[in-house]
């Protein structure tokens, strides 16, 4: 069954901090990858998503993603991390032919100052 | 830019009231679908919508239908509210390009739904 796991229910990091959100996929066919962000109240922005070619994927707001089809993964990544990401973030996998999407729990991102 | 509108974003309904919750999109796109959000449990699909008059059902459809009588705008409806669709529900639309398969999903900010 087509799945995505997302290990870290909570992080928290300090601002300035590096950090990796991590996503585990299992799904059957070649898989289209998403992350999104979502701030308090608000809907799901996009921050970036993976379809074939480069495995190393640069997003909005200085995130990028790295598919490994042998891990099965697609980890988030920022450098620097500001205290305006603080959020909940999700991964997803999805099909191109019919566009549904299947989310995965989330990671809620905390950052100290 | 797409914008998906949600016609509430906070809403208050009784047990048993027939509900209805209005999503728009202004970008002309064919695909639509209505999510629930619950802590832990992430995003899950209720219905979606190919095109217009077409739809299908998602992963969690009981007690829910839908309506998509013209392209822009898609219609969640609880039948029977009842207190465990307490959630935020969340619309999203996509363009069906067919040279170009790799259309994401575009939100709205969510409707957040009490049943009391």
């Known amino acids: 069954a087509q799945s995505v796991t997302q290990p870290d229910i909570h992080i928290t990091v300090s601002e300035g901090a590096s950090l990796e959100l991590r996503c585990n996929y299992s799904?059957?066919?070649?898989?289209?990858l998403f992350w999104y962000v979502q701030s308090p109240g608000q809907g799901l922005q996009l921050l970036l998503k993976?379809?074939?070619?480069?495995?190393l994927v640069q997003g909005i707001k200085g995130f990028e993603a790295e598919f490994k089809r042998s891990q099965s993964s697609f980890n988030l990544r920022k450098p620097s991390v500001h205290w305006s990401d603080a959020a909940e973030y999700f991964c997803?996998?999805?099909?191109?032919?019919?566009?549904?999407?299947?989310f995965g729990q989330g990671t809620t991102l905390q950052v100290k100052p | 830019d797409v914008k998906v509108t949600q016609s509430s974003r906070y809403l208050v309904k009784r047990t048993g009231e027939k509900v209805f919750l209005e999503c728009v999109q202004d970008?002309?796109?064919?695909?639509m679908f209505w999510y629930r959000q619950d802590p832990g449990l992430g995003l899950r699909l209720i219905y979606f919508?190919?095109?217009?008059?077409?739809?299908e059902k998602g992963d969690i459809p009981e007690g829910y239908s839908v309506s998509r009588e013209k392209k822009e705008r898609f219609s969640l409806i609880l039948e029977s509210a009842s207190t465990n669709q307490t959630s935020m529900y969340l619309c999203?639309?996509?363009?069906?390009?067919?040279?170009?398969?790799?259309?994401?999903?575009?939100f709205g900010d969510g409707t957040r739904l009490s049943i009391l």
């Open positions: 997803a996998v999805g099909s191109s032919n019919t566009g549904k999407l299947i």
């Open positions: 919508s190919y095109d217009v008059k077409m739809k």
């Open positions: 999203a639309s996509r363009n069906l390009d067919r040279g170009n398969s790799n259309q994401p999903q575009h």
């Open positions: 799904y059957g066919a070649t898989p289209y």
């Open positions: 970008m002309d796109h064919e695909n």
């Open positions: 993976y379809f074939s070619g480069d495995t």
